[in-house]
């Protein structure tokens, strides 16, 4: 279950209304909710803020990765938002993020959740990949840029 | 000369790592080929993920050691499932990048298949910078390469083989 088997048209939030760090990750676990990923949206809340308690998520250049852990969730899920204005993400370059990944999974398989995340990050390092999330309309724009 | 004389199942925690070894079982039984499992510790993913700032550390630790236990839970089933065709099978887990590790292990022990479970969702396109370990395993190792999607049937074929 690695990145090309989470990424639905239908987990894709385009554009994000939220301008706040807390504000864009509820955002997207309300967006997950109603999409069935999960009901107890209390606790799978508590472990993604517990997390970002450790360190903020937003990685710098306009993307912010949200994960956790939670046995809340029977399989992993993944939320992408693109937001026009910028979310301040408390990042660590201090700009504005336009692209979140939240990332959800289950406390097994642990193999599969860094996988996902590890190809998350291989994307992050292809500039014009951001570039392009970045400036994305639709779900489907988002799913063109991911896929080749 | 033997079409098929030693297998090699990688085995990972995915939905079709089981019927991965299944299949391998069986198809060990069948060749009366050697049987060897393999599971890597992605140790390069978890300080790429450290690298990037999406894990801290205590997360890097937190998840080694969960992927530790992870692969002997899933070496000691796949230790059972040949045991219960009576087959030997050489399994072991080793920390490094999947695809490198993989490759050596073919190479080195002269493997003439490899065996990998893959969802068919895995089979969507990414971008190539994305594209995950296992998949760059099945490009680059020099053996044949059976992908195992089908778990219904390599379950059933298992249960049923006498």
Same mark, same amino acid.
């Given at each position: ?36 990923? %999960?009901?107890? @949206?209390?606790?799978? =809340? ?5 997390? $970002? +308690? !450790? /360190? ?44 979140? %990944?939240?990332? @959800?999974?289950?406390? =097994? ?5 860094? $996988? +996902? !995340? /590890? ?30 | ?162």
């Amino acid at each position: 279950m690695a990145l090309a088997s989470l990424i639905k048209k239908e987990h894709i939030k385009v554009p994000m209304t939220a301008q706040t760090k807390t504000a864009a990750i509820n955002e997207l676990l309300e967006f997950l909710k109603e999409n069935g990923c %999960f009901t107890d @949206i209390k606790t799978v =809340s508590a472990a993604v803020f517990e997390r $970002e +308690a !450790l /360190s903020s998520t937003g990685l710098g250049d306009g993307i912010a990765v949200p994960h956790a852990k939670t046995d809340a969730i029977s399989a992993p899920a993944l939320a992408i938002g693109v937001s026009k204005n910028g979310i301040d993400f408390q990042s660590h370059d201090g700009e504005p993020v336009y692209v979140v %990944f939240l990332m @959800i999974a289950p406390k =097994s398989q642990p193999g599969q959740h860094i $996988e +996902a !995340l /590890s190809e998350i990050a291989k994307m992050m390092q292809a500039p014009i990949v951001m570039k392009m999330l970045k400036k994305a309309d639709t779900a489907q724009d988002v799913i063109d840029v991911l896929s080749e | 000369m033997k079409l098929i004389s030693r297998i090699l199942v990688y085995i990972d925690d995915s939905d079709t790592a089981i019927a991965a070894v299944q299949t391998a079982v069986l198809l060990a039984k069948k060749f009366d080929a050697e049987l060897f499992g393999l599971y890597v510790i992605n140790t390069k993913a978890l300080s790429d993920l450290v690298k990037a700032r999406i894990f801290v550390e205590s997360e890097r630790e937190e998840y080694a050691q969960e992927l530790e236990a992870d692969a002997e839970r899933y070496l000691r089933l796949a230790r059972k499932l040949a045991a219960a065709k009576k087959i030997d099978i050489v399994a072991e887990k080793i920390q490094g990048t999947p695809h490198r590790e993989i490759r050596e292990f073919v190479e080195n022990n002269k493997i003439d298949l490899l065996i990998v479970g893959v969802d068919n969702d895995r089979m969507k396109s990414l971008r190539e910078e994305a594209v995950g370990d296992k998949d760059v395993a099945i490009r680059r190792v020099p053996c044949d390469v059976l992908c195992v999607k089908n778990e219904e049937r390599a379950e059933l074929c298992f249960d049923t083989e006498e």
